[in-house]
C-alpha cells in the first residue's frame, strides 16, 4: 500500500514538540523519576515552623541514579553557609555592576556565579544553603550582648542584594533556610543531625572553624575557595584537636572574630596542648580547681608557720 505524503507547518510542528516534552515528563513522572523532594525535617520548634526541605538539584541524575542497580544506600546532602560568599562577592566585584531596574547587584552577579560554579562542578543531587538574616537578633546575644559586637552591619547596598541572593536560588529549584534568633551554623547543624541520623552524609560547605565541631564520619567540611576538604584528621592537622573538643578549644582560647573572651593568659597553643592532655574542658576546670585548692593549702600553711 503506498504510504500518504503529511505535510507539517511551522506551527504544527512546535505543538507536535510540546506535545512530546509533556508526554515525556508525565511518563517519568509516572515512573517516579521526578522527584524533587527526598526529605523533609523540621528544623525546630522555635524556628517559626521552618521546614528543612531538601530538594534534588537534578531530575537528570535521579535518573541515572535509577538505572545504576550497584547505588549506595545513602544520599551526599551539600549544606551551603551563604552569607560568606555574598561578602566576598560584594567586596570583590565593583559597585559598578547594576541590575535593568539600576540597583547595585556586584553580590548578586558573583554569589550566583558562585552557586552556579558549585553546582556545574560538585553536581549535588541534594543541596540547601542556610543565610544569616541579622547581626543583633541571635538567642547568643541574650546570653552574651557583646556578641558579634565587633561586626559592622551590612550596609544598605548590600542588604538589599542578600535578599535577591535568596530570591536567586530559590529560583533554581534549591531550600532555602534563614531564622531571627538562630544563624546559619545553627540551621546547618540542625540539618547535619536529621541527615545523618537517617543514614546519609553531608558536605559542610564553609570556612568557618566553628563548622569543624560537626566533622564525622559521615560529615566531611569543604572550604570552596580554597579547595580544602577536612575529614576527622584534616581537623585535627587544621586546629590541633578533634572535632569533638572545637568547642572546648574555643571556649578556652575564645574568638576575637565573634567577639568572644577566652581564659585569661590561654592562647591558641596552650588550649591546644591542655585538651591533648586532659581531654576535655571539664578535665582541666577540675584541675584547676585542685591547683587553686593546693595553692590555698600552702599560703594558709606558710602564714600559719610564720
Not at 586546629?239 to 565573634?258: C, R, S
Request: some cysteine; glycine content about 6%; proline content about 4%.
Amino acid at each position: 500500500r503506498k504510504c500518504r505524503t503529511v505535510t507539517i507547518n511551522r506551527s504544527s510542528h512546535i505543538f507536535l514538540m510540546i506535545a512530546w516534552q509533556f508526554l515525556t515528563c508525565w511518563c517519568l513522572q509516572q515512573s517516579g523519576c521526578i522527584n524533587m523532594v527526598i526529605a523533609e525535617r523540621a528544623v525546630s520548634r522555635r524556628t517559626s515552623g521552618a521546614r528543612a526541605t531538601i530538594r534534588k538539584a537534578s531530575p537528570k541524575a535521579s535518573g541515572r541514579a535509577l538505572q545504576n542497580s550497584a547505588k549506595p544506600s545513602y544520599q551526599v546532602v551539600h549544606l551551603i553557609d551563604a552569607l560568606p560568599y555574598v561578602f566576598r562577592a560584594y567586596f570583590a566585584l565593583p559597585d559598578s555592576i547594576k541590575d535593568p531596574e539600576g540597583r547595585q547587584s556586584n553580590a548578586v552577579v558573583g554569589f550566583a556565579n558562585f552557586v552556579l560554579k558549585y553546582i556545574a562542578e560538585e553536581k549535588p543531587t541534594h543541596i540547601a544553603l542556610c543565610f544569616d538574616r541579622s547581626l543583633t537578633t541571635s538567642f547568643r546575644n541574650d546570653i552574651y550582648p557583646d556578641y558579634k559586637s565587633n561586626r559592622a552591619l551590612p550596609p544598605a547596598e548590600l542588604k538589599g542584594q542578600i535578599a535577591r541572593c535568596k530570591k536567586f536560588v530559590e529560583a533554581l529549584g534549591i531550600a532555602c533556610f534563614d531564622d531571627k534568633r538562630y544563624e546559619a551554623d545553627d540551621l546547618i547543624a540542625t540539618l547535619v543531625t536529621s541527615v545523618t541520623a537517617a543514614g546519609h552524609k553531608c558536605i559542610v560547605v564553609s570556612n568557618d572553624k566553628d563548622m569543624c565541631q560537626l566533622v564525622g564520619p559521615q560529615v566531611v567540611m569543604y572550604d570552596f575557595a580554597k579547595g580544602e576538604r577536612y575529614n576527622e584528621a584534616g581537623v585535627v592537622k587544621k586546629l590541633g584537636v578533634k572535632p569533638a573538643q572545637v568547642v572546648d578549644l574555643l571556649a578556652l582560647m575564645g574568638d576575637a572574630v565573634d567577639c568572644i573572651p577566652g581564659v585569661r593568659g590561654i592562647g591558641s597553643k596552650t588550649a591546644v596542648h591542655l585538651l591533648k592532655k586532659f581531654k576535655s574542658l571539664d578535665a582541666v576546670t577540675k584541675l584547676s580547681s585542685v591547683v587553686s585548692l593546693l595553692l590555698q593549702c600552702v599560703e594558709y600553711h606558710s602564714r600559719w608557720e610564720a
